[in-house]
């Protein structure tokens, strides 16, 4: 029998104190909960977690029990998600340099062709 795998959950919720954050650890516990009653293997090793906000960051810490190993979440500046990639300001600034990276490179060869065409 192959193995299920679950990917790309996400789970969101503002976090002002501990006890929401206690919160978000007593939701993660019960999702790792279904996941193990339907047979479902969660991979701790790519979980991660991302602050979102303005001002500074609650530090917080969220976990996944196995057996009798506890597994601590990478906490990260930014994640990419379908292609895009969230910093923890959501200024979205390393998208907007790759587009325009991107269109710099297509001026360019918009110009190598120019020119071949002109030379010929």
Known sequence: MGRNILTMSKYIKTITSQEDEATLQKVIDVIKEWCDKSLLKLTVSTCKVVSYCTKDTINTSYHITEGNAMYNWDKVES????????????????????????????????????????CI
């Open 79 to 118: 994640i990419t998600d379908l292609g895009v990639n969230f910093d923890k300001k959501l200024s979205f600034t390393e998208r907007v340099q790759q587009k325009i990276n991107k269109a710099y490179s297509m001026v360019v060869i918009i110009c190598i062709i120019e020119l071949l065409y002109y």
